[in-house]
T-cell receptor, first 114, second 109 residues
């Protein structure tokens, strides 16, 4: 059974640009969550999608957005990049219901903003 | 928002030693989980706890869900080199999973 796949693994952008990250969940999983990981802030919850609907949202500005497609694949977008957006962005999938907190994480997309 | 206080932030131990780390919160959680992250990879679930007072083992790992539902601890017995990594506690409340800041474990052979 294939795990959670995130693309791209590494990317470099400059301030003001926008970026789109992709996540393919484990087959059969309907929930996809996104987290931002930085050395200073740890793992911060961005949002969760379940059956193409945003079910939960963290405390990030509107520059951070996401969506989920009918095949459960998800994308997140960050517009008008800032230096502080440099981080490892982790995607995690789960069955979604019931919500047990048992997540399967991908290896992450490491974003560097210059 | 809810915050989890995880301690210690880092540990340096000798191979074969036992390890203990814990997580506390001012909020009550319905579920506590422990994840481990190896370098260059995403976190992997180690143990999930669903009832206050629950004590669960997974090999050399043992975790407990505190009676007050505001804390949890993880013990690792007889540490081995592959135990190196960052351990995260996580609490589930109102459909949101909140993570602690992590405990970085380093083992001297």
């Amino acid at each position: 059974k294939a795990g959670v796949t995130q693309t791209p693994r590494y990317l470099i952008k400059t301030r003001g640009q926008q970026v789109t990250l992709s996540c393919s969940p484990i087959s059969g999983h309907r929930s996809v969550s996104w987290y931002q990981q930085t050395p200073g802030q740890g793992l911060q919850f961005l949002f969760e999608y379940f059956s193409e609907t945003q079910r939960n949202k963290g405390n990030f500005p509107g520059r951070f957005s996401g969506r989920q497609f009918s095949n459960s694949r998800s994308e997140m977008n960050v517009s008008t990049l800032e230096l502080g957006d440099s981080a490892l962005y982790l995607c995690a999938s789960s069955l979604g219901t019931p919500n047990t907190g048992e997540l399967f994480f991908g290896e992450g997309s490491r974003l560097t903003v210059l | 928002g809810q915050q989890l206080n995880q301690s210690p932030q880092s540990m340096f131990i000798q191979e074969g030693e036992d390890v203990s780390m814990n997580c506390t919160s001012s909020s009550i959680f319905n579920t506590w989980l422990w994840y481990k992250q190896d370098p260059g990879e995403g976190p992997v679930l180690l143990i999930a706890l669903y009832k206050a007072g629950e004590l669960t083992s997974n090999g050399r790992l043992t975790a407990q869900f505190g009676i007050t539902r505001k804390d949890s601890f993880l013990n690792i017995s007889a540490s081995i080199p592959s135990d190196v990594g960052i351990y995260f506690c996580a609490g589930l409340l109102a459909q949101k999973l909140v993570f602690g800041q992590g405990t970085r474990l380093t083992i001297n052979p």
